[in-house]
Every structure is written in structure tokens, then in C-alpha cells.
């Protein structure tokens, strides 16, 4: 069969070890993100009767902890900063953990 490279039909042919590492290393950063996101960044936008208090707990060790100026003080254009983190970055993370969890894609851009 043309374009098979001597695999049967439903067979995935295996990407070296090293390589399953680093996607699962990526995957586990985007994970990681995701729940970093929910528990810090994105904490201005729960509403006050949904947000559990520990949110505002971990969100107070964080700008304490770091002195994160853009917590401290947020510029004006920081509150569209943090929806779009919403509306882009948190899908995004999904996608690309999703997919390097399954292996549909891999880290490495040029494959032969």
C-alpha cells in the first residue's frame, strides 16, 4: 500500500522515546498553566457569590510572594489582558495539551 510504510491500517507508527518525553514534559506544562490561570490570573473574573475564598488566598500569597506589579497595580488595560487570557490562551492550552497527551502532534516542527 502506497504511503503506508509497512504499517497495517490503524497502526501508528512510534515516535522515539525521547520525543514522547518532551511531549509529555510540553503537555504537562500547559496543564500546570491551565490550573495556574484558573487559580490566580483569572480570579478578578469569578463572580464574588461563586469564587470559593481559598482563590483569594493563593491570589494574596502570589502578589505577596513575588510582588507581581501588574496584580499590585494593574494598568488600565490589564482587565482585557486577563479576558483574553480567557478567550485565548486557556483554549489554546487545552488544544495543545489535549494533543500532545494523544499524540497527534509532536513539539518537533520538521518531521521527515
Given amino acids: 500500500m502506497a504511503g503506508t510504510k509497512g504499517h497495517s491500517s490503524g497502526q501508528k507508527p ?50 505577596n510572594t513575588y510582588q507581581d506589579k501588574f496584580f499590585i497595580d494593574p494598568p488600565a488595560w490589564f482587565g482585557s489582558y486577563i479576558v483574553m487570557e480567557l478567550v485565548y490562551h486557556v483554549p489554546a492550552s487545552i488544544i495543545n495539551a489535549s494533543k500532545l497527551l494523544n499524540g497527534k502532534y509532536s513539539i518537533l516542527i520538521f518531521r521527515q
Avoid at 511531549?23 to 484558573?38: G, N, P, T
Avoid at 457569590?49 to 488566598?57: C, G
Fill in 14 to 63: 512510534k515516535g522515539s522515546s525521547w520525543r514522547r518525553t518532551a511531549d509529555y514534559a510540553y503537555a504537562f506544562f500547559f496543564i500546570l498553566h491551565i490550573v495556574i490561570m484558573f487559580m490566580v490570573d483569572l480570579v478578578p473574573l469569578y463572580p464574588e457569590a461563586l469564587k470559593p475564598a481559598f482563590l483569594d488566598d493563593i491570589r494574596s500569597f502570589y502578589i
